[in-house]
């Protein structure tokens, strides 16, 4: 049984190297292609990033086949949040400021049209061979395998950081839900590949109907005008402290089945994932999880290897702030914010690892590596 665990994990992450087959990314094509023609407005952010507000019944999501009769509208929100159930407190840094900076600083897109990143070119081809010794690595807190358990949201409070990473490595902190092949990322990401620098950005991406998208080039439906996906994070934790840390929620309403995303201590939502694209999660999920995942496309030494959250080797029970960290919980059947019980350790490499600890009120899993050479 727990073979097969591993196995469906496996299959699940090969699935986030194949995000940008052009068969899946005709949304993001067509925007980079007309998006500006009929941009209402072009925001320009302080790092360069470079936003066109599009009416929202342009946006690339309703280039879905699923979606074209669609009833959507720009003041579409969740109609039944999870509540939290018991304490939810975060006293694992010494400054717990949440990055609530990712909105437009003075300006916002028009009423009735929302953000959308703008690229030079089409994105890179982030697809990689055949998984070879370094390959895709994981180190998780992760849900066991119960056929009877369902999970309705999964909630984590990210510390953040800027690992560096070469042109052909990635770096990722992230929540995950899955529910047979279909599955939803959240989280913050360092993926030169596919968007072009080395900055720590927020990124999601899913998994629904065998479709495979980042962000929003098929799926997910932009809402809000002000706060744009794949912003850059900022400030960034430093391993001398202090720690910065980030929420991310994703949770199935209970009344229209949608998938919404939040982010922010103050609760902002970004938009949905209609729960009509999905078929193993029409009716929420199998598993659920929260940790860091790297990527190399060629064998290295571990002096060469992607950093993972802060670069630091949780091999023991951390008695210091230096570590990366998700402070993990699920929403229930009850459709309840709730520390899961049933949470262990997934990790395929020893050049990394996750720590599963009883903290804080809560479940927080430390992770990181590689393993330092110098031990």
Request: proline share 7%; charged share 20%; with cysteine.
């Amino acid at each position: 049984m727990v073979q097969t665990q591993k196995l469906f994990v496996y299959v699940f992450y090969a699935c986030f190297l194949l995000s940008n087959l052009p068969t899946y990314s005709w949304g993001r094509r067509l925007f980079e292609k007309e998006g500006p023609n009929y941009a209402v407005k072009t925001i320009k952010t302080e790092y360069g990033d470079i936003y066109d507000c599009i009416d929202f019944y342009k946006q690339p999501a309703f280039n879905h086949a699923l979606l074209k009769n669609h009833t959507f509208h720009p003041s579409t929100r969740s109609n039944s949040k999870p509540k939290m159930a018991g304490k939810n407190t975060n006293s694992l840094t010494k400054n717990d400021m949440f990055l609530d900076m990712i909105r437009f600083k003075g300006e916002s897109c028009p009423s009735g049209t929302v953000p959308i990143r703008r690229v030079n070119k089409y994105d890179p081809d982030s697809r990689f061979p055949e998984h070879n010794v370094s390959g895709t690595v994981f180190a998780l807190g992760q849900t066991k395998n119960d056929p009877s358990k369902k999970y309705y949201g999964a909630n984590g409070v990210l510390s953040a950081w800027n690992p560096q990473v070469k042109p052909n490595q990635y770096t990722s902190a992230e929540i995950i839900l899955r529910g047979g092949t279909d599955s939803i990322i959240a989280g913050w990401t360092v993926n030169p590949a596919k968007y072009g620098d080395t900055q720590t950005r927020f990124f999601i991406y899913a998994n629904a109907n065998n479709k495979l998208c980042f962000d929003s080039e098929c799926g997910f439906v932009v809402t809000r005008p002000d706060t744009p996906l794949n912003f850059i994070l900022s400030p960034l934790s430093n391993i001398t402290g202090p720690i910065y840390t980030y929420p991310v929620f994703v949770y199935q309403d209970a009344k229209d089945g949608n998938y919404y995303l939040q982010v922010s201590s103050r609760n902002i939502e970004l938009g949905f994932w209609p729960q009509n694209i999905f078929a193993g999660m029409k009716n929420g999920a199998s598993y659920a999880g929260c940790g860091g995942e790297v990527y190399s496309q060629d064998t290295v030494k571990p002096i060469d290897a992607p950093v993972m959250g802060a670069g630091t080797y949780p091999d023991i029970y951390p008695d210091k702030k230096n570590f990366a960290f998700c402070k993990f919980s699920v929403v229930d059947d009850s459709h309840n914010v709730v520390v899961p019980t049933d949470i262990e350790k997934f990790t395929n490499n020893p050049e990394y690892n996750a720590v599963v600890t009883n903290q804080d009120h809560g479940k927080v899993i430390y992770y990181g590596g590689p393993f330092p050479v110098n031990v």
